[in-house]
């Protein structure tokens, strides 16, 4: 008998511990499942429109630096005799074939565009109305206070810019242009504008370039993205400031490439991939890169995820503690109140 009530005591207190127990800590984990999620997704949330706010940025800095070459060439184009160094006006100089006193106009523009900050201007280039270029100066390397290289003359007069801008086409836009070029291995970003006389004649034109790796240093730093990349309109790589070493960037993916196409309102809504660079995890949002209304390739800014991976891990480490800790109060108050219970039973059992 003894044995009996000592038996059914036993099975009461894990009855009344048990699901109560079970009940709890379900309770818990779920509400905390429910707090992480609701707190990681409102990081993500705020990640990815900073994320969107930066590609933004990154987009109107291009139409800036656009706008600034073209005021830049159209300072140039328009120069005029300077009586104190003796310097011909750019266009008597094309037009007259005067190369020594063309080199000698463009060179204070030059030395000055390539110390401002907010013109980016690494090369700048001259050709006459036959399409070869006849003044070619350049600032190698990041030190633009050191002196620049002057190339030799070659010909362009086959390119779609230089055809345009010798026959003086103009279209919606205008009359200057904005292109991806390639001159030897470099890519640039380049304006490209005509030069006229007094009689509106054509007389040559001029390119304003910045090579492609300096100016996606300049939209990374302007925008404050931890890094931006440039691929082509059918997703491979052109350059990026993480590096263009093969495998430190990949090309987009097929699937990455069909959203993005896809995509009918890139300005409201971006795509976005997370990206593995040198062992840390970043986010990439992409755009078109849109230069004098036309699309020229794509655009990805990306940040860093170290805030949001780290913020994530910081709040699921304390829940994991509190529904341990409130899992053994609610274990000890039970055996504590099952104990209460049950008492009785063994008295009797006595």
Partial sequence: MQWALRELRSQLRYQIIGPFLLLTIIVAVAGS???????????????????????RTANDELVNQEQTNLQFLREVAFAQRNDSTGAPGVADALASHNIEGLKQALDPFFRVAANRNNIGLDRLIAFDTSGKTVSDFEVI?????????????????????????????????????????????????????????????????????????????????????????????????????????EGIVEAMDQALLDAFQSNSDPSTRSIFSTETISSRSYQFAYTPLIIRGGSLGILAPALSRDYVMATGNNTLLPLIFLVAILTLIIFIAGVFIANRITAPLGELAL
């Fill in 141 to 245: 390397g990041s030190d633009a206070s050191a002196d620049y290289t002057v190339h030799a003359s070659f010909d362009i007069s086959e390119t779609w810019f230089t055809k345009r801008v010798l026959s003086g086409i103009a279209d919606t836009r205008g009359d200057k242009y904005a292109e991806i070029i390639q001159f030897g291995d470099t890519l640039y970003f380049a304006t490209i504008a005509p030069v006229r006389n007094e009689k509106k004649q054509v007389v040559g034109g001029l390119i304003a370039a910045t090579r492609i790796s300096d100016l996606l240093v300049l939209l990374r730093d302007r925008a404050q993205a931890a890094g931006m990349t440039l691929y082509s309109g059918s997703g491979e790589l052109i350059s990026s400031t993480f590096g263009n070493s």
């Fill in 33 to 55: 499942l429910a707090v992480f999620s609701q707190v990681t997704g409102s990081l993500q949330d705020r990640f990815d429109n900073q994320l969107a706010s930066v590609t």
